[in-house]
């Protein structure tokens, strides 16, 4: 028994001519899978983002073979289109000029906007063979897939129109979808005559920026719109006892040395939590901030994407707020009325807001819902797309009650007694003490099934109660056609 | 009518060489050449369908004449090779042989597209180095002397690459060739032969540490000359040849274990205290935030390879003459660009196949010195396609060194051919083995009837 079993042993072990060449052929297999298996995920994963790199000389292929596709609102209005002019030259066509310009941007002296981050379909086609027979043999270019946005051509043009001559911007979005309604920039530029009036928009000196499309790019002290912000870290620390909270405005509050006063000075005597918001006492909110801990501060700000990568494909401007472990007891009293060295984009605000609207989850902020071939084919679609959490079921419910009071009660009275109901909160940031504050609000409508979010900002204009909310009342009342 | 060309004929030549990829697999289910018969016929019809698309397609898109004699040339010469090969050495390994003139197909393909002249050029070389190749299996199969030359081997090996690093010429800032009568040499390509020799006889002999020992110096003076040239990528493979061959040997993983060890401490060296290592390192980790610089050739590279997409754009209908040294060290992505990804993943597949096909014959080999040679041939031939594929990918630093078979490079191609034919000729001494021990067997059992019947 004991010999035949050592035999077979031995008969086993003869099998195996040698181990290392077995070894060696797997590990090369094996590597040569993973590099394989890499260069396809990669290549595909990558492939938009390297056609729209400036230096990727395909482009040039592409753009010689395709007529570059159209920009569509949502309801299919030619928002851009190429043209050719009487000599057969291409020509790209904005034909609501300065309303669109910087959300939809330009693709001459370089790319913005949509015609930037969509660059890929723009320039690709997606017509069938036959159609690209027939082309040829007339001569003519192969038509670019066209872009079909989120855009409502109505509520673009009650913003535009309502923000008038100002310097700001204005995003609208549904908080369900993260579907992008209107975003709006001003001062603004005219994207057909953008080739020649490039050389003096880039000699420009003024501080206009023109170019910049200040809804998503644009970074503001935030204001009284931070107390969102401030609120969610106390709200973390109490989440029940909350309603316990009591202040005594007296028009500042002081903490040894420093001092921190209301707006224009103003007394808010007695207040709860719900008051403190509503009627936005800075006095009430550098107490606050000053009794929430370093941590939870710093953990609030990193769970709202504080200092972090927004999930947008479009270009954007990171957010920057921050509770330094040296941070002296001025600076965090500053921090937590939104003042001081914090700074965030409208854009930013109105996906704390959404997030808020939409019970906590936030949506991932989209500007294109489909893309179409020339001859109607779906090439591709853009579903909602839940990017995560933000904040708790409750506390998006507490945050929703304090921001109808601000509404019923506080700062936003403008929004008041209307056929639908709104909700939301102003700000009024102060970034010199020469000339007026920017004037913030963001909110939402209808305050118990919201169904669309708008986020203001309104350069050197004064309170966000006056110059904010009004225009936050034009845009509710276009969505729900009360004009 | 041309874009229904263009565009079928991507689909169709993705096709057809997906099929010749699954047969050259399919070829391991199959233990002996004579079983395998109807695979490498269709393998050869495959071969020339794919080529005759391409051709189809270079001609739709560009309508140029003087292409049909080329391709016409290259159909002729191909199919005489394996013709001959089948006639001269009816014992040799075929697939190795299908596979190896599936790959130059493939170059002379894209090097047609790229640059003409070139690919007239390349042809050339490869039809001379297959007059010479075909002398190599013969030689290997008779001249069992060869075995004996091992420090030998070694002297010339490092002399060769001694005289570049001191003379040579510089290309694209490494020393790596010199010009006699105006013919550019790479000579570590050849000696990269020499050195696999040389590496097979001293550790066949080796009896104890100290001649390890003593084999290791030398490779590492070999290894160091390279390094001293800038020739990062021939070093890289000479090392890796080296590592193989003694693992093969001993049989001892723990030498495996120190090699790596070693090189990545070597390799952190390298990073502190060489500029152009750190450069290439940079460039891997991300090539584009200096892309004007020395990422340019990394993120072209990888513009080609996403930009042709699953079936590629069709010959001529990219722009990889934008990559830098397309022809010699980024051919993959030109191929991926413009043939397709999926097409030039099953093109490194073919390089696997070839590797498997090689490191199986030294497994069955009972000669330990033709094993080594055989193994070290395949580990050389699999590692510097892994360089080359994966340096234009961002796998891993790019270090510069060609694509064999495909690439386009005179001592590459040389060098590469008569490896394979190495390979063939040792084959050769494989089949003999086998015969040999049938004739043992044989007479073993004659002796023991013979036995049998005398007792009786």
Not at chain 1, 45 to 60: D, L
Not at chain 1, 204 to 216: E, F, I, Q, V
Not at chain 2, 356 to 380: N, P, T
Request: with cysteine.
């Amino acid at each position: 028994m004991r010999e035949e079993k050592l035999r077979s042993e031995t008969k086993k072990k003869k099998r195996i001519r040698s181990y290392p060449i077995i070894v060696l052929s797997i590990v090369y297999c094996l590597l040569f899978a993973s590099m394989l298996g890499y260069i396809c995920y990669y290549s595909y994963t990558n492939k938009q983002e390297f056609m729209n790199n400036k230096y990727n000389t395909r482009q040039q292929i592409l753009t010689a073979k395709n007529k570059r596709g159209d920009i569509l609102s949502r309801e299919g209005e030619v928002l851009a289109t190429t043209e050719l002019d009487a000599e057969g030259k291409e020509k790209r066509v904005y034909p609501y000029e300065k309303e669109f310009a910087h959300v939809v941007g330009y693709s001459t002296n370089g790319k913005s906007g949509i015609e930037e981050f969509a660059n890929y379909y723009l320039i690709n086609t997606s017509i069938e063979l036959s159609e690209k027979a027939a082309l040829d043999k007339a001569g003519q270019k192969y038509p670019g897939d066209n872009v079909i946005t989120t855009l409502d051509t109505h509520l673009q043009e009650v913003a535009y129109n309502a923000l008038a001559s100002r310097k700001g911007a204005i995003i609208v979005t549904d908080p369900k979808t993260g579907e992008i309604l209107a975003m709006v920039s001003k001062p603004d530029f005219d994207p057909n005559t953008i080739a020649a009036e490039w050389d003096n928009m880039l000699k420009d000196t003024s501080g206009d920026a023109k170019l910049l499309n200040r809804a998503t790019q644009g970074l503001y002290p935030p204001g009284s719109t931070f107390k969102i912000v401030t609120s969610i870290a106390y709200l973390t620390e109490h989440p029940t006892d909350y309603t316990q909270y009591r202040f005594s405005c007296n028009g500042k509050f002081a903490k040894g040395s420093d001092v921190i006063s209301c707006y224009h000075g103003e007394n808010h005597g007695n207040l709860d939590f719900y008051g403190s918001f509503a009627e936005s006492c800075n006095s009430s909110y550098a107490n606050i901030g000053l009794s929430v801990n370093q941590k939870t501060f710093n953990d609030t700000l990193d769970k709202l994407m504080f200092g972090q990568d927004l999930p947008v494909n479009f270009r954007y401007s990171k957010s920057s707020a921050e509770y330094t472990a040296g941070m002296s007891t001025a600076d965090v009293m500053q921090l937590s009325i939104g003042q001081g060295t914090t700074a965030v984009s409208p854009l930013h605000i109105n996906m704390i807001t959404s997030a808020i609207a939409n019970d906590g989850v936030l949506m991932k902020p989209h500007l294109i819902s489909e893309v179409k071939c020339a001859n109607g084919k779906v090439v591709d679609t853009f579903q909602e797309e839940k990017v995560k959490r933000l904040i708790s079921s409750e506390e998006a419910g507490i945050l929703r009650d304090m921001m109808e009071q601000v509404v019923l009660k506080g700062t936003a009275s403008k929004l008041k007694g209307l056929s639908y109901t709104a909700a939301g909160k102003t700000g009024s940031a102060e970034f010199n003490s020469n000339s007026d504050s920017h004037a913030w609000f963001t909110g939402y409508a209808p305050a118990d099934d919201p169904e669309i979010c708008v986020t203001i900002i309104v350069e050197n204009a004064g309170s966000g109660g006056s110059y904010a909310v009004p225009i936050a009342k034009r845009i509710f009342d276009a969505y729900f056609g009360v004009e | 009518m041309e874009v229904y060309i263009t565009e079928i004929s991507k689909y169709v030549i993705a096709g057809l060489l997906f099929l010749y990829t699954l047969e050259a697999f399919m070829a391991f289910r199959f233990k002996n050449e004579e079983k395998r018969k109807w695979l490498y016929a269709r393998q050869i019809i495959l071969m020339f369908a794919v080529q005759i698309a391409c051709f189809v397609q270079i001609m739709a898109r560009t309508g140029k004449a003087v292409y049909l004699f080329f391709f016409a040339f290259q159909i002729i010469i191909f199919a005489s090779v394996i013709m001959l090969f089948y006639i001269i050495y009816p014992e040799g390994n075929r697939l190795i042989i299908n596979n190896s003139c599936m790959l130059l197909m493939i170059g002379m393909i894209i090097l047609t597209r790229l640059s003409y002249d070139r690919a007239v050029r390349q042809f050339f070389i490869i039809v001379a180095s297959f007059v010479i190749g075909f002398f190599v299996p013969e030689i290997i199969f008779k001249f069992d002397f060869l075995k004996k030359f091992t420090w030998i081997y070694a002297a010339l090996g490092v002399t060769a690459i001694g005289v570049v690093l001191l003379l040579g010429a510089v290309t694209n800032g490494s020393k790596i060739s010199y010009t006699v009568g105006g013919i550019t040499f790479q000579p570590s390509e050849v000696v990269k032969i020499l050195f696999l020799f040389f590496m097979a006889g001293a550790l066949y002999s080796s009896e104890n540490i100290w001649q390890l020992l003593l084999t290791s110096f030398v490779a590492a003076v070999h290894v160091i000359i390279l390094v001293l040239s800038k020739d990062l990528g021939s070093a890289l493979i000479f090392f890796v040849i080296y590592l193989a061959m003694i693992y093969i040997s001993t049989e001892n993983i723990g030498y495996l274990a120190m090699g790596l060890g070693f090189a990545t401490l070597a390799s952190a060296v390298a990073y502190q205290h060489f500029s152009h290592v750190q450069v290439r390192v940079r460039a891997w980790m991300d090539p584009f935030t200096d892309i004007e610089g020395s990422g340019y050739q990394v993120s072209q590279s990888l513009f080609g390879i996403s930009s042709g997409g699953w079936f590629g754009v069709g010959l001529y209908g990219g722009s990889p003459s934008s990559i830098p040294f397309v022809e010699q060290d980024f051919i993959f992505s030109a191929i991926a660009e413009e043939l397709g990804v999926i097409f030039a993943v099953m093109m490194a597949l073919i390089c696997v196949s070839t590797f498997i096909e090689i490191m199986r014959i030294g497994y069955f080999l009972r000669d330990k010195y033709y094993r080594l040679v055989v193994c070290g041939i395949g580990v050389a031939y699999i590692f510097q396609t892994f360089l080359t594929i994966g340096g234009g990918a961002k796998f891993i630093p790019l270090t510069g060194v060609t694509l064999p078979f495909v690439s386009y490079g005179g001592s590459s191609v040389l060098v590469t051919i008569i490896m394979i034919m190495i390979v063939e000729g040792i084959c050769m001494i494989r089949t003999d083995e086998k015969k040999e021990a049938i004739e043992r067997i044989r007479r073993q059992r004659d002796n023991e009837r013979r036995k049998a019947s005398q007792r009786d």
